[in-house]
């Protein structure tokens, strides 16, 4: 992870953005422009979070490890949020481990920081109470789409989310990290790629996903993706 200091950093995260102009100047001599390769562990499970990020086009993972190896995912941070949350609901760790799964940068703090801002009351609580609503809802329906869904239900929801995210309909994912986080053996999304694939959804080659029908994919997604979107949009002004 490379650290670079900016004195004048640009907002391209939607909770930093969202912060009036003296508001976030006070704030921003506490950030530091990091450059966050893909797997970077941003906090261990059981571990104290040391440090909080606002990410801008990266993506995170927050994924929970099972005694066997095996891992799910149970939510997921990008530009509209901020990975960290537990340090303001009063804890200094959670069960989950996040990590870097689309690589980009982000605006890292001090963890100790973050939560004096936050006491301080005003706009950076408000809207970080408000993320932490919406990441709530999607950590919430993922669990139940996990359990109701389809695998190609799911992937499709799945896909549509990071696209959204990136701003992007091609980006870099390779099947055995798909499995990983829906918590599948990579057959099963081998199968549900495929299925997506013939139907002419999208296309996979040499670690890309390219959607190249949104509209059919959306209709072959469940009702998760529009729950998560629409609450997103709700509470932060954002997309999910």
């Not at 799964?101 to 801002?117: C, H, N, T, Y």
């Not at 959607?211 to 999910?240: F, H, M, P, V």
Request: overall charge neutral; glycine content about 6%.
């Amino acid at each position: 992870m490379s650290i670079s200091k900016v004195p004048h950093l640009p907002r391209e995260n939607k909770i930093l953005a969202a912060l009036s102009e003296a508001e976030y100047q006070r704030f921003a001599p506490h950030l530091e422009r990091v450059h966050l390769p893909v797997k970077q562990v941003l906090y261990e499970a059981g571990e104290p979070i040391t440090h909080v990020y606002f990410l801008n086009q990266a993506i995170a993972s927050l994924v929970c490890n099972q005694e066997d190896g095996s891992t799910v995912e149970a939510g997921m941070v990008s530009n509209d949020g901020m990975v960290g949350l537990p340090v303001i609901w009063g804890g200094n760790s959670t069960t989950t481990t996040a990590f870097v799964q689309v690589p980009d940068s982000g605006m890292r703090m001090k963890a100790e920081l973050l939560i004096a801002e936050f006491k301080r009351g005003g706009e950076l609580q408000t809207l970080l109470l408000r993320y932490t609503q919406a990441l709530f809802t999607q950590v919430t329906q993922t669990a139940a789409c996990n359990r109701l869904h389809t695998i190609e239900e799911r992937l499709a929801r799945w896909l549509l989310i990071v696209a959204d995210r990136v701003q992007s309909d091609t980006f870099p994912l390779t099947q055995e990290f798909i499995a990983q986080m829906l918590g599948c053996r990579r057959a099963g999304v081998t199968m549900a790629a495929g299925t997506l694939s013939q139907a002419g959804m999208i296309s996979y080659k040499r670690g890309n996903i390219t959607i190249l029908n949104r509209s059919d994919l959306e209709d072959t997604s469940c009702e998760c993706y529009s729950i998560i979107k629409n609450e997103y949009a709700r509470l932060l002004g954002t997309q999910s």
